[in-house]
């Protein structure tokens, strides 16, 4: 059921040109592998997320975590 909360959130980044890629346990965390034209980043389900979107995050402040 998970996924399907995050469904909207994955649909947005597809539209705005992101490639959604593997999901990964890091740390006991779920992250999905989030891809655009420059950067990458291991992005965890839930307000990382949501926040990048939104555009209030960026993959580069998610990697510099």
Do not use: C
């Amino acid at each position: 059921m998970e996924n399907a909360s995050i469904e909207p959130a994955l649909v947005v980044l597809k539209e705005q040109g992101f490639e959604i890629a593997e999901s990964a346990i890091h740390d006991g965390h779920v992250r999905i592998r989030i891809r655009s034209r420059h950067d990458s980043a291991l992005v965890e389900i839930g307000q990382d997320l949501w926040d990048l979107a939104a555009g209030r995050l960026t993959l580069a402040d998610i990697a510099r975590r």
